[in-house]
C-alpha cells in the first residue's frame, strides 16, 4: 500500500512538472507586443515575400498546414473575410505542404485566395508558432498585436484586426 501511494505520488509530481513546464515555454513564447520578425520567404508563385513589403499595413500571418484539419476548415472564413477587407493583406505561411506548384495547387484546391508562402523553421521559432493554425496579426508599426493559436473565424479574425488598428 505505501508502495503504491509513492508510485501515485511520483506520478502526480511528474505531471505536474510537465504541465508547468509547459505553461511557461506557452507563455516565454507569446511574442505579442514585439516588434514582428523579418523574414523573406518562398512563395508559392515562384518568387519571394518580404514582410516589410507590407510596412505600414496591419498584416494577418496565418501559420497553417494542408494537412491540418483545422487549418482547412478555417479557409472559407479566412476567404470570406479577405472579400471584405481587400486593405489587409493575408499572408499564408505554410508548414509542410509542399513547394512552388505543388504548394499553389493544393492552395487553389482548398480555396486560398491570398498569397502563401513556403515557412521556415527560423519563422516559425521566431513568431513562437507550436500549434496549427496559428493566427498573427502585425500592426501598421510593426509590432505583433495578437496570436491567435486555433481555428479563427471571420468574426474572431474582425476583432483581432480592428483591435490591432
Known sequence: MIRMLRDWGAAVAVGLAVFFLVDLLSSSADPTGDMAPAFELANASGGTTKLADYAGKTVVLNFWGSWCGPCVQEIPEFATWAEQ????????IAQGSGSGEKLAKSA???????PVLESSP???SAYGVQVYPTTVIVGPDGAIKQVVRGAIDADGLEKAVASAR
Open 108 to 114: 487553389t484546391r482548398l480555396g486560398v485566395t491570398w
Open 85 to 92: 477587407h481587400a486593405d489587409v493583406p493575408i499572408l499564408g
Open 122 to 124: 527560423a519563422v516559425l
